[in-house]
Every structure is written in structure tokens, then in C-alpha cells.
């Protein structure tokens, strides 16, 4: 099923977080390898992931009344935060050489850009 993201806000820090990705998997290529590149590219992913996962999830509050918007939005939230701790399991766990402060810097930094959604203006 395939949703239009229309909160600008939503979309704007989830291209911030792409940019941001791509920029740190080059400065992690230069100076940690093919595997500190993969580490944090897939670091950005996660927080991406579940950041787009949120906004899904959010948009089905569009238009709805206030309390259920918010339970809504409380749920996005929390599948947010535990596709985070899976994914990240995930990696770790599968990923033997994965360079740990490529991937959690990437993730920690793109997670921080997803914060800034209040800072958009919804015009």
C-alpha cells in the first residue's frame, strides 16, 4: 500500500535525514573504510526507516479528533522507537563487521534531524 506523505514537515526532515546519511557514509568511507561506509549508511537507514514508519503511521490521524489523533500519534511513536531497537539488534547481531561508532554516530545524528520536525514550518 502506498500512502502520500502530506504533513511538509514530516517530508522535509526525512530528506534532511537522507542528505545527512549520504554525507556521513562518504565521510566514513574516507576515513573507516568499506565498512565503516556500510555501518553508517545503514546507521542513517534505520533512523529513516523508522521515522517513515512513524509518518505512516501518523497519517492515519489526519482529520480525526483530537484524542485520537494523539493516541495515534502515541502509538507512531512507539513503533518508531522499537523498530529502532530491532533494526539496530539487527544490525549488530548479523553485521560481524560493522564499524559501531560509524553506526550509532550515523543513527545518532539522523535521529536528532528527525527531532526538527517542529522546527518546519507546515505551509
Keep these: ?5 502530506r504533513s511538509r514537515p514530516l517530508r522535509t526532515v526525512l530528506r534532511w535525514q537522507l542528505i545527512a546519511t549520504a554525507g556521513l ?15 553508517a549508511a545503514l546507521g542513517g537507514l534505520i533512523s529513516v526507516a523508522a521515522g517513515a514508519a512513524f ?4 497519517s492515519l490521524a489526519e482529520g ?3 484524542g485520537f489523533a494523539l493516541i495515534t500519534m502515541l502509538r507512531a511513536e512507539a513503533v518508531k522507537v522499537g523498530l529502532m531497537v530491532v533494526l539496530l ?16 554516530g550515523s543513527f545518532l545524528v539522523t535521529a536528532l534531524i528527525f527531532s526538527m520536525a517542529a522546527l518546519v514550518r507546515d505551509e
Design 1 to 5: 500500500m502506498w500512502f502520500r506523505l
Design 25 to 39: 557514509t562518504l565521510i566514513c568511507a574516507i576515513f573507516a573504510g568499506l565498512h565503516g561506509a556500510a555501518s
Design 89 to 104: 539488534w539487527l544490525v549488530l547481531a548479523a553485521y560481524a563487521k560493522a564499524v559501531v561508532p560509524a553506526l550509532i
Design 64 to 66: 480525526k479528533p483530537a
Design 55 to 58: 509518518a505512516a503511521l501518523g
